[in-house]
């Protein structure tokens, strides 16, 4: 119901800029957010946006680099990473909370999950 892509492999200070489709079910009035996963580390945070697009949190370490944003026309939510460093480097992975219409930054809140996409920042 999620259907995550845009990773890739970028240098350090590059940027890259995923794309999160969903259905409309799955979209529709629910707060969509990102998470990542580096091996051997538990899936954060990354960021969130409402449906309005009127709200959006983000990791601490990434407040200024990346950007998230939704297109509800398109049920499609983006994230913009900029000034890329290698500890970003995860699988980052698209939910969609459809209890609270508010944004929550656990993953044990996150209903529907994509398949995840491959970030690898080189040094």
């Known amino acids: 119901q999620l259907q995550a892509s845009g990773g890739g492999l970028v240098q350090a200070g590059g940027s890259l800029r995923l794309s999160c489709v969903a259905s409309e079910r799955t979209f529709t009035r629910n707060v969509v957010g990102w998470f990542r996963q580096a091996p051997g580390r538990e899936r954060e945070f990354v960021a969130a946006v409402t449906y309005s697009g009127s709200y959006t949190d983000y990791l601490d370490s990434v407040k200024g680099r990346f950007t998230i944003s939704r297109e509800n026309a398109k049920n499609t939510v983006y994230l913009h990473m900029n000034h890329l460093e290698p500890e970003d480097t995860a699988i980052y992975y698209c939910?969609?909370?459809?209890?609270?219409?508010?944004?929550?930054?656990?993953?044990?809140?996150?209903?529907?999950w994509g398949q995840g996409t491959q970030v690898t920042v080189s040094s």
């Open positions: 939910a969609a909370d459809r209890n609270s219409p508010f944004i929550r930054t656990m993953a044990t809140y996150y209903d529907y």
